[in-house]
């Protein structure tokens, strides 16, 4: 028999979650997230500002004018370096914070200090950065690509119909096949995007799953659950737009990380109990029945 999984009870019981007994903790958890966006965006311009000459940046860091002159190659590969370690390190901490809310979406609430625990040993934490780059490097491969090769000819088309006047219809004929590239590649770049986003709730579920394993499972869960994913992410959009106006937006990212755990969570439920018969050789990583209720 079918269970049918609904998107508002689970919404619903998210929205319980952000109550005033765990009110301060997600606050905690936001505000150390927001920081570290901020020294990451910080390190980001630094980087900017050591490559090239723009007045934003040149006003933000006029204290550093006189080494960039005198060492400008020592300042990019600091600034590269420091930016690339904020990046990797930012990683484990990512993931302990989904670990967290995974579960506070259970009932079985974690210490404030676990959303550090893939720094607890190096095992775990070599497997959070790995997951996470094999994740980063596909999604900047699998809609880098299409995006910038898109935006390349849409750019180019552009600039010869304004300037050549002998080929104008080549160039013309360009601009659509490259404006309809550019739709296409945003499209698919939204379905990578979710199968992608679904993959770090499978790896907390079970960090101690293989990591081939695991993108792999949050592949074919999407795949067998394409509409209920798009759909939740289609209603989420008002959720931001909403949040902006009438609270504060501050916690629609705790929100968000709440659903899509238990949205995760009883999606790979009915995989697993056979709800839906699947293959043995592609069953969904196992967790036990009692986690899922």
């Known amino acids: 028999m079918k269970e049918n999984i609904k998107l508002r009870t689970i919404k619903k019981e998210s929205l319980k979650k952000l109550s005033k007994k765990n009110l ?116 900047l491969i699998k809609i880098g690509l299409p995006l910038i090769t898109s935006f390349s000819l849409f750019v180019i088309s552009c600039i010869n119909i304004k300037v050549s006047r002998e080929s104008l219809t080549l160039f013309e004929v360009l601009f659509i096949v490259s404006s309809i590239l550019i739709l296409l590649s945003i499209i698919f770049s939204f379905k990578t995007f979710l199968v992608h986003i679904l993959t770090p709730y499978i790896f907390v579920s079970n960090d101690s799953e293989k990591l081939y394993k695991t993108i792999k499972s949050s592949h074919f869960l999407f795949k067998t659950n394409k509409s209920l994913f798009y759909k939740f992410y289609l209603l989420s959009v008002p959720s931001f737009i909403l949040s902006i106006l009438f609270f504060p937006c501050f916690f629609t990212t705790p929100y968000l990380y709440l659903s899509m755990s238990k949205l995760t969570k009883k999606v790979v439920y009915k995989q697993n109990q056979g709800i839906e018969t699947i293959p043995l050789t592609e069953k969904v990583i196992d967790i036990s029945k009692e986690l899922l209720i």
């Open 24 to 139: 301060l903790d997600i606050i905690l958890i936001m505000f150390l997230s927001i920081s570290v966006l901020c020294l990451k965006t910080s390190l980001f311009f630094l980087l900017i500002y050591s490559l090239f000459k723009f007045s934003f940046t040149q006003n933000l860091f006029f204290y550093l004018d006189g080494f960039k002159e005198s060492s400008q190659a020592a300042l990019i590969i600091s600034s590269s370096v420091l930016m690339s370690f904020s990046i990797i390190l930012y990683f484990p901490l990512k993931l302990g914070i989904k670990r967290w809310f995974y579960s506070l979406s259970e009932n079985s609430k974690r210490p404030l200090y676990d959303i550090f625990y893939y720094y607890s040993s190096i095992k775990l934490f070599a497997r959070s950065i790995l997951l996470q780059l094999t994740c980063t490097t596909s999604l």
